[in-house]
């Protein structure tokens, strides 16, 4: 006996005993005949059908295919000229969605509905026989069946017996233009098998998110998706979350009911299946508001997932389809309450990985010639002081809402960014290189930049420059978002899949944070007094913050490269209209104030960058694999380019793999890469247990490798990744270590 079997008994015996007590000892009144039954026929252009028509008496129903948490489908026979018969069936009717008593699931139908069948020719003047049952419920079930018998004549219906219900061709006609049909997959629909949270090993959950709704919303009165049944499979029930923008997001629990079958199935530990499951699910598609059939193949179940999805639901609002449940609706505050307390951990996470910010590599340099103007400014009243660093933390929350309002334009044009995106365009790039050239040659004393109010910004007559503090915290934020830090990845992963009022949120905090040690020197300015006091030492320290800035420059100008696929006419104009911007200013600096001479020459190099913008770069990278590739490959380990499928291959095939997700721009993956990733002891580790290397580099703009990280929990780089001998994708993180990756490895 099967599982379904014995749930659907237990749960007619329940039901039955409920009944008995309740409504003060009223009995429901059971009609005549519950389910009236008939055949007739229908004919298109190309095809014959026979049909098994059923009305029920009102407010009771019957079951579909999958009836659901308990329930028995609709059952047929057919005989041909007294040989039984399978006949070719059409999609049944799109099924409505009960709750019953006891908070029970089920999918059916009332009032009129038929089911289709094809005729083949062999059928076109024939004596048939039909026999259908059915479990007929309101508040409670009762079995049903019917039989009709009768004679076709050129695919019509000339006589009938048995019959207990007559239906115009019309009604029926109208029902066949409504069946669901097979479309391909939707675009706006993304499907994801995991294990089940938890220690079940016999449970895995569809977690699955719909966008891109233009506005519609989805009708509460079905599910998104509903599953056909397919054994193992087990569906349990849809649960429906909602998000700020509108976007849903479900799930479903699946019990995998293997051990029932003979010879017994069992979950495969590894995630990956002997032959691949296809799935078969209605569709309700908001947009259209039409039900159709879709399939999706699995090959594996991610055993990872599920803890990131369920994090990840927390954070939205449940959507109650029963509203009768008074459990749900408790389920619904206590999950709200818990979203509001992860929105909070998310916006400390982003403010503590700001703060951290402070010492990657990448912002030091702006923070360094901070740091020498708080120098400056630490014989100023406590007053000045605050301001002073109120401006800069001012440009850097104004640079974070700017970075705020790109994302959301660019989303809502149906772009995926993430973290550093600004990074991927040659334009931006461009722009950070001569800002910072012009900075650093202002450092180098060539010129001296001069604020509304007259007064001097870059030498040490900088007291009233809070212009100049403002620009600092617009730098330090730009050159931030290369690096990563940590608590950051976590946070940004929950703005960048949140509403807009979210990311802005976050952003923000991470602003905070990034600012913190300086709004914390503004307000106790007693907290400076370990730094030096002001002299001539600080002319020397000017020209070494101005060669970091160099260096900066430096590494923007590689970014630069690989972004245009290191072009050379583009490069050689490049380097010629830097070294114009620095002979111009030299120029004004050491040799003449002609004011004709100066303003050639810096029209000479904007005329230039004029060109390099409006001539074609690179966009995309080649067949073989990006530049940053080719220079992997040249440091002596075999890299291959990153595909799923690849990916995937190697996985099946029980091949070790080391994944990196990786940038040009990408500060922190630099300095995993020279700690571990071009160590001799990762070169060893690599051989020694034969390590297939796949980078995926996303210095450009690429959709594929950006839906992938955020389906893994990832919204920028560095990300890592293992597959294992078992064929067991693991999470490295942003940070790795060789032990870290042998015991993953192994």
Sequence with gaps: ??????????????????????????????????????????????????????????????????????????????????????????????????????????????????????????????????????????????????????????????????????????????????????????????????????????????????????????????????????????????????????????????????????????????????????????????????????????????????????????????????????????????????????????????????????????????????????????????????????????????????????????????????????????????????VLFIFALNLFGLFEFRTPGGTKLGGLETNDSFFGDFTSGVLATILSTPCSAPFLGTALTFAFTSSNLTILAIFLSVGIGLAFPFLVTGIFPATISFLPKPGMWMENLKKFLGLTLLLTTIWLIDVYSSLTDNMAGVMIKLNTALLLCFFAFYLSKKITKSKVWRITFHLLYIALVVNIISAPVGTSTTVNGSMLLKEKNAKGLQWEKWSEEKMNSYSKEGKKVFIDFTAKWCFTCKVNERLVIETDSFRDLVEQENIHLLLADWTKRDEVIGSWLRKNGFVGVPAYFVINKDGKLINLGETISINEIKESLN
């Excluded at 295919?65 to 018969?85: Q, W």
């Excluded at 299946?273 to 699910?281: D, I, N, Q, R, T």
């Design 1 to 434: 006996m099967s599982k379904n079997t014995l749930l659907f008994i237990i749960t007619v015996l329940l039901t039955l005993s409920i009944n008995s007590g309740a409504s003060n000892g009223k009995e429901e009144k059971v009609p005549d005949i519950p389910v009236k039954f008939t055949a007739s026929t229908l004919s298109t252009e190309t095809d014959h059908f026979l049909v098994l028509n059923y009305q029920n008496h009102p407010h009771w129903h019957t079951y579909w295919k999958n009836p659901g948490d308990a329930g028995l489908p609709i059952k047929y026979e057919f005989e041909i000229n007294g040989k039984s018969t399978v006949l070719e069936e059409l999609e049944w009717p799109e099924p409505q969605k009960y709750i019953e008593e006891g908070d029970m699931l089920a999918f059916g139908y009332e009032n009129d509905y038929s089911l289709f069948f094809k005729l083949p020719t062999s059928a076109a003047n024939a004596h048939f026989n039909i026999k259908s049952n059915w479990l007929v419920c309101k508040n409670i079930c009762i079995p049903g069946k019917g039989e009709v018998s009768g004679e076709l004549k050129n695919y019509s219906i000339t006589s009938i017996v048995g019959n207990t219900l007559e239906v115009s061709p019309e009604s029926t006609q109208d029902i066949f233009k409504k069946l669901p049909r097979a479309i391909e997959f939707p675009n706006q629909l993304d499907l994801v098998l995991a294990k089940a949270p938890g220690n079940e090993d016999n449970k895995l959950t569809l977690y699955y998110n719909l966008t891109s709704l233009q506005g519609k919303e989805v009708d509460l009165k079905k599910n998104i998706l509903t599953p056909f049944p397919h054994e193992p499979f087990n569906f349990i029930r849809e649960k429906l979350f909602k998000d700020k923008k509108g976007n849903f997001y479900a799930k479903y629990t699946i019990e995998w009911d293997g051990e029932y079958m003979d010879p017994e199935l069992p979950l495969p530990k590894d995630g990956k299946f002997e032959s691949p499951y296809e799935l078969k699910f209605l569709y309700a598609d908001p947009v259209s508001g039409e039900t159709n059939t879709i399939k999706k193949s699995f090959h594996t179940y991610s055993l990872t997932a599920a803890e990131r999805f369920e994090k990840f639901t927390e954070l939205l609002t449940p959507v109650i389809t029963n509203e009768k449940s008074k459990v749900a609706a408790k389920e619904n505050q206590t999950q709200t309450d818990s979203s509001e307390n992860s929105f909070f951990t998310y916006l400390f996470l982003a403010f503590i990985g700001g703060l951290i910010l402070n010492f990657m590599p990448c912002v030091l340099p702006v923070i360094s010639i901070k740091l020498f103007g708080l120098i400056q400014h630490r014989a100023e009243s406590k007053k000045r002081i605050l301001k002073h660093n109120l401006s800069y933390t001012l440009g850097i929350l104004t640079t974070f809402s700017l970075l705020t309002l790109a994302i959301v334009l660019l989303k809502q044009a149906g772009e995926q960014v993430g973290w550093g995106f600004q990074l991927q365009s040659p334009l931006f790039v461009l722009a950070m290189i001569f």
